[in-house]
Nanobody, 130 residues
Framework: QVQLVESGGGLVQAGGSLRLSCAAS????????MGWFRQTPGKAREFVAA????????YYRDSVKGRFTISRDDAQNTVYLQMNSLKPEDTAIYYC???????????????????????WGQGTQVTVSS
């Protein structure tokens, strides 16, 4: 029902920047909280950032606070992740995810749970060289 397509990944030197985009189709985007997660080989998927529906309240994992910014453009059905001051440890496949519109309002706890999201993109690779 909902399709998410990420773009913007690539290879960048430490200290550089990238902006990831996630384009959504299938409707109900405006009523869905959106999130970004990342995963590296041998590690569990981890939460990166999320943004609520309506007021656009944002949530971040501690290690990216002050460096990453999540935003959304409801007119374009798109969520973004601006990544600055990138570090080698940011290297991962980044996934966009959508939270059901029928769920209760987002919270800091809910934002961090992968199980809160019902649609996922294919992922885009981000590689940060030292």
């Amino acid at each position: 029902q909902v399709q998410l397509v990420e773009s913007g990944g690539g290879l960048v030197q430490a200290g550089g920047s990238l902006r990831l985009s996630c384009a959504a189709s299938g409707g109900t985007f405006r009523n869905r909280a959106m999130g970004w997660f990342r995963q590296t080989p041998g590690k569990a998927r981890e939460f990166v950032a999320a943004i609520s529906r309506n007021l656009g309240i944002t949530y971040y994992r501690d290690s990216v606070k002050g460096r990453f910014t999540i935003s959304r453009d409801d007119a374009q059905n798109t969520v973004y992740l601006q990544m600055n001051s990138l570090k080698p440890e940011d290297t991962a496949i980044y996934y966009c995810a959508a939270r059901p519109a029928t769920f209760a309002p987002m919270s800091s706890v809910a934002a961090r749970r992968g199980s809160e999201y019902d649609y996922w993109g294919q992922g885009t690779q981000v590689t940060v060289s030292s």
